[in-house]
């Protein structure tokens, strides 16, 4: 008589709920990025919609449609009307880079040497300095065609992250209504595979995706919002994009300043030096001090992240899961960290025996 685990009838049932399993991740595959995407957005600001439910008693259906309209308020609108969608905003932004590469930075000499006590030497010493880029567009020309084609690339990648926020955002009225009995099944099917850990193990995982998702979206809105700020006041063309794309590239350690830094030197360009030096000490002592503080808070409420797995988090999850894995992969890499943690201090814990004092937490 063969045993039950390989009952035949046993067998084929498995391979259909594999099947089952396949099919739905294939219906679901065109939209898997877009609901993780409200699963995080509902996630990082369900503490408002559970205060909108107590404090005003609305059903859930209420609450969650309230959430989602301030959502696309303070969301979705400023990425369609930051998004480039005119050919005269893209060309303009085109010329704008053109003229700093050909250009330079023309009237930086003239401003030092006209600087008091120091001028004069200044001028002398920077005569023949040239402060354009012309020789670093052509050391560039030659691979000018890939470089157009990596950075439309970019961009159509950025557009479709953002296309996908929008949709993310009218998911995440129903994650906001039906959440709690999503998380009630979820949290039943766990306790089938963990047994008496899963309360521990959901208690571990939520507290770490809270700490690195408040850090990552708390920095980032921070930094785009800042440096929209700076950019406008300066007198920058398209600050909203260029703030939303600050945001966005925060996660990396050296992100904001990948566009405050050539604003300051297009600013030099074209004579507004004053606004250049502005630009250059606020990025500086605000857009990017922002990043030392914040971040390492927030974060620290949930989990210890290293820099190094939130760096190969962000860049590895941009090549496997696109925009998203900007956000995705440092939770993923944080949740498995500190899973690993605790299954190691586990093991030690028992290794010591009952009678052990427990070790130092790490």
Avoid at 31 to 43: G, K, P
Avoid at 135 to 145: I, N, R
Wanted: glycine share 12%; aromatic share 10%.
């Amino acid at each position: 008589m063969q045993p039950d685990s390989l009952n035949p009838a046993r067998i084929l049932g498995l391979i259909a709920l594999l099947a089952l399993a396949i099919a739905c991740l294939m219906v679901l595959r065109p939209f898997l990025s877009a609901l993780l995407w409200a699963a995080i957005l509902v996630y990082s600001t369900w503490p408002a919609f559970r205060f909108l439910r107590e404090r005003f008693r609305l059903a859930p259906g209420a609450a969650a449609l309230l959430m989602v309209a301030a959502e696309f308020l303070l969301i979705g609108l400023p990425l369609v009307f930051a998004t480039p969608t005119q050919r005269e905003d893209i060309e303009g932004l085109r010329n704008a880079v053109e003229t700093l590469l050909t250009q330079g930075m023309p009237g930086l000499g003239d401003w030092l040497g006209r600087l008091p006590l120091v001028g004069p030497y200044l001028a002398d010493y920077l005569a023949g300095i040239d402060f354009g880029f012309s020789a670093v567009a052509e050391m560039l020309s030659p691979y000018a065609g890939t470089l157009a084609q990596t950075l439309l690339a970019v961009l159509l990648a950025v557009l479709s992250g953002l296309a996908e926020v929008l949709v993310a955002i009218f998911l995440a009225f129903f994650l906001y209504r039906d959440g709690p009995a999503i998380a009630r099944r979820a949290e039943a099917a766990l306790h089938r595979l963990a047994g008496d850990r899963t309360r521990r193990l959901v208690v571990l995982t939520g507290d770490v995706t809270r700490g690195v998702v408040y850090g990552l979206l708390g920095t980032a809105l921070v930094q785009g919002l800042m440096t929209t700020f700076g950019l406008w006041v300066s007198g920058v063309p398209r600050p909203v994009l260029l703030g939303v794309i600050a945001g966005v590239i925060s996660i990396l350690p050296v992100g904001a300043p990948l566009v405050w830094v050539p604003a300051t030197l297009w600013l030099f360009s074209q004579g507004a030096t004053g606004w250049a030096i502005f630009l250059a000490l606020y990025g500086t002592f605000g857009i990017s001090s922002a990043d030392n503080v914040i971040r390492p808070w927030l974060i620290s409420r949930g989990a210890d992240l290293p820099l190094l797995l939130t760096l190969l988090g962000a860049l590895g999850g941009v090549l496997a899961f696109g925009f998203l894995g900007l956000f995705l992969g440092p939770v993923l890499l944080a949740v498995g960290y500190s899973l690993l943690k605790d299954w190691a201090d586990a093991g030690d814990a028992t290794a010591d025996g009952p009678s052990a004092p427990p070790g130092p937490a790490l």
